[in-house]
Nanobody
Framework: QVQVVESGGGLVQAGGSLRLSCTGSGVIFDEYSVAWFRQAPGKEREGVSCISWDDDSTYYADSVKGRFTMSRDNARNTLYLQMNNLKPEDTATYYC?????????????????????WGQGTQVTVSS
């Protein structure tokens, strides 16, 4: 059975930091495009960061470049999202996902919502 589980969310003041984690079972993240998405109330889900299956490059949404860092620990089959200098507009439910290889190329892993295993989400709230 495939399970993808996020953790590490919480409440933080603007300018603070959080590190999110995502652990997979029944799916090997190194074989997939993997990504962090987020969804704020009343808004569509958007890609935050991803690592492409084809070139292992890491891509970021413009809104988080320079502040967020995504990484993958293959030994632990775990994804991380280090979030620094958080802003109120970062408030959202954050999801990790693994997309079957071959369905998106390069930074397309930031946009595709299909052919993915999804976690249940973890809430990040940034106060001002």
């Amino acid at each position: 059975q495939v399970q993808v589980v996020e953790s590490g969310g919480g409440l933080v003041q603007a300018g603070g930091s959080l590190r999110l984690s995502c652990t997979g079972s029944g799916v090997i993240f190194d074989e997939y495009s993997v990504a962090w998405f987020r969804q704020a109330p009343g808004k569509e889900r958007e890609g935050v960061s991803c690592i492409s299956w084809d070139d292992d490059s890491t891509y970021y949404a413009d809104s988080v470049k320079g502040r967020f860092t995504m990484s993958r620990d293959n030994a632990r089959n775990t994804l991380y999202l280090q979030m620094n200098n958080l802003k109120p507009e970062d408030t959202a439910t954050y999801y990790c996902a693994a997309e079957f290889p071959g369905y998106s190329m390069g930074d397309e892993c930031l946009a595709s919502m299909f052919n993915r295993y999804w976690g249940q989400g973890t809430q990040v709230t940034v106060s001002s």
